[in-house]
């Protein structure tokens, strides 16, 4: 079968299941391969469990005479591309976001934004690598009128990938950094592999990108072209007469800003130029870029001025990404989602801006940065010897062999095993790392 028999047979069953121990009746199982598993070899228990077909991409598996399972070349491309037909059966606005830091509390930002005046699809969780975004796209339905779709990226031509599978109309990056280096090569590497969404969006006539204007590494790769639209957004006050302009007014611990559109739109409209004043409830200054950019959206979507205040003001973070815990004993910080040079060093210097009698760190270590580790990790205490926290704690073996003065632990157990020694008390703790540090264990604990 080519993709559009596939289709049609997807039509008749519309729902695709990848999961042998979830096989709703009359569903399609799709065989995916993993390090540890392959669903080839659970296609018949499948068809067997209710799945009206199974779809393959190993003839083994196949028993004779049994048209229920449905032999392909790659299952995985399969499934992008059958995400990829039901995608064009929507003429609806899609907007693909990726970048080193903030994706997933841009998405989810924009997304409140955007629901404000549409019925909005967006990705789950972190569902936004090669298997995230097809399951993604199979969620949109005629009901809705707009989608945000997250796109990450470990490895050169994942974002081209994606943005080939989900075809967004329009973009964002949030911005370039350190990550992943030991997958991408480079930092040049890492800006290649994210711009490949506006590589994309230029094989569109009507092409839109939201353009975070502070980003020299974004903003040299747009160059003068005449074939792409931009929307721009800033802190820089030389640039507000022609970027959606933004300022912090106090992050204590709470992000407040202020914003306004364009002054040469509000001019050419005739509208005044005040300010929009907006109290949010996420940490970190640096969560400003990620607010501008769903300013952006949501004005070029037409978005209520006062209502995109409102949705900025009501979002909550979740998933251990700038959140604020107040427990018996601390006041916790707590991003302990994803950690690489650039997200960690913005983690301190706002945690450093903080006012608190007493402050503390828990670190994780950084992952997937290849040769430039040891270098890193040192940048990393370097700023911390002088930054003045009471006391701080570095959880991985990558801080072994580092001289400092601060209390390491081999991993998360170890810390766990601590605290319950002797609970820190009074303190405004930071707890950062990425997942795979199972920081997020902590806080229930402190």
Known sequence: ??????????????CITTDSRDCPEGSIFLALKGETFDGNK??????????????????????????RLILVDDCLQTF???????RRQFDIPVIGITGTNGKTTTKELIAAVLSQKYNVLYTQGNFNNDVGVPKTLFRLTKEHEIAVVEMGASHPGDIKTLAETAE???????????AHL???????????????????????????????????????????????????????PEKQYSCISGEVIACDPFLKFRWREPLMTLEEEGRS??????????????????LLAAIAVGINFGVDRKKICAALEEYTPSNNRSQMTVTAKNHLVVDAYNANPTSMMAALENFS???????????????????????????????LESAGYDEVWLVGDNFLDIPCPFRKFHDVEEVKTAIQEHCPEGYYILIKGSNSNKLFQLPELL
């Not at 079968?1 to 519309?14: A, F, S, T, V």
């Not at 992008?80 to 039901?86: C, P, S, V």
């Not at 967004?168 to 350190?178: A, F, W, Y």
Request: glycine residues 8%; contains cysteine; charged residues 30%.
């Open 273 to 290: 130029t005040k300010w929009h004043k907006v109290q949010t409830q996420l940490i970190g200054a640096y969560n400003i870029d990620n």
């Open 42 to 67: 659970f296609a018949v228990a499948a068809l067997e469990k209710g799945c009206a077909y199974a779809i393959v991409d190993d003839k083994a598996v196949i028993p004779a005479d049994d048209d």
């Open 168 to 178: 967004p109309t329009c973009g964002l990056i949030t911005n370039v950094g350190k």
């Open 80 to 86: 992008k591309d059958l995400a990829r037909e039901h």
């Open 182 to 236: 030991l997958g991408f090569g480079s930092f040049e590497g890492v800006i290649k592999t994210k711009c490949e969404l506006y590589d994309f969006l230029r094989t569109r006539e009507d092409g839109l990108i939201f353009l975070n204007a502070d980003n020299d590494y974004l903003v040299d790769q747009i160059g003068d072209e005449e074939n792409l639209w931009i929307s721009p957004y800033s802190t820089d």
């Open 1 to 14: 079968m080519d993709i559009k028999e596939l289709y049609k047979l997807y039509q008749q069953h519309p």
């Open 353 to 383: 801006l903080m006012q608190a009698e007493k402050k503390m760190a828990i670190l994780g270590q950084m992952g997937e940065l290849g040769a430039d580790s040891d270098k890193e990790h040192r940048l990393m205490i370097n700023y």
